[in-house]
């Protein structure tokens, strides 16, 4: 789960903004892969956070857009399946084809919510209301989300032959992610590890410690 790095705008973004928009990008990624997983009932699955330390803050903006990179690795919960299963999940009970499904579904989700945060993030710093719907699923492109996007749809198209079928599962993952995000703890949790990212001066920010600091109470 990386953040793409080639805005589709012209408009000029401070170096200061982008680099909280790209924490708050990993932070809804590492969020949804804890606590959306947890949510589910799913197994707890190895992510960690890597970045190039130093922020560059007194770089140009043009530069900073080359320099500063962060992404979360691993985390993906169709990584750990049996390749067993993977091969033959069609010949298996309704209950592990759900299990099977359920894995495919909240890796989607969680590829979702690292630009939807990003978007959230700068909707509430401009002081406006997020609603990625408005402007449709292609927003999230602006926010660094194309390869994210491509990798959904990469997996949608694995298991549901049908186009308008694709679209419809589409429009309800984003819905289930929007409604992550709109749950008020996870909110919270998303602004302490952007905060926590923001801060660290460590070139990789390991499971246990984003965990840690997703699960503070406050």
């Not at 892969?33 to 707890?44: A, D, R, V």
């Not at 922020?55 to 067993?84: H, M, Q, W």
């Not at 945060?117 to 700068?122: F, L, M, P, T, Y």
């Not at 402007?135 to 660094?144: D, H, M």
Request: aromatic share 10%; proline share 2%.
């Amino acid at each position: 789960m990386k953040r793409n790095y080639q805005l589709d705008t012209t408009a000029p973004i401070a170096s200061h903004d982008l680099i909280k928009q790209i924490a708050f990008h990993e932070a809804g990624h590492a969020a949804g892969i804890y606590l959306y997983n947890k949510q589910q009932g799913l197994p707890s699955v190895f992510f960690q956070i890597t970045q190039t330390a130093d922020k560059l803050v007194n770089l140009p903006d043009a530069s900073l857009r080359d320099c500063f990179v962060a992404g979360v690795e691993g985390g993906y919960l169709i990584d750990n399946l049996p390749v067993t299963l993977l091969e033959s999940a069609c010949y298996f009970s309704a209950t592990v084809q759900d299990a099977y499904q359920a894995a495919f579904e909240a890796d989607m989700i969680n590829l979702l919510v690292g630009a939807l945060a990003e978007a959230k993030h700068v909707a509430l710093r401009e002081g406006e209301y997020f609603n990625v719907n408005k402007a449709g699923i292609s927003t999230l492109r602006f926010y660094g989300g194309t390869s994210d996007l491509d990798k959904v749809f990469d997996y949608l198209e694995r298991f549901i032959a049908g186009r308008e079928k694709r679209e419809d599962k589409m429009i309800g993952l984003l819905a289930k992610a929007v409604a992550f995000l709109d749950n008020v703890g996870h909110w919270q949790a998303i602004e302490r590890l952007a905060a926590f990212i923001l801060d660290s001066k460590e070139s990789a920010i390991s499971c246990e410690e984003a965990i840690a600091v997703l699960d503070r109470p406050y």
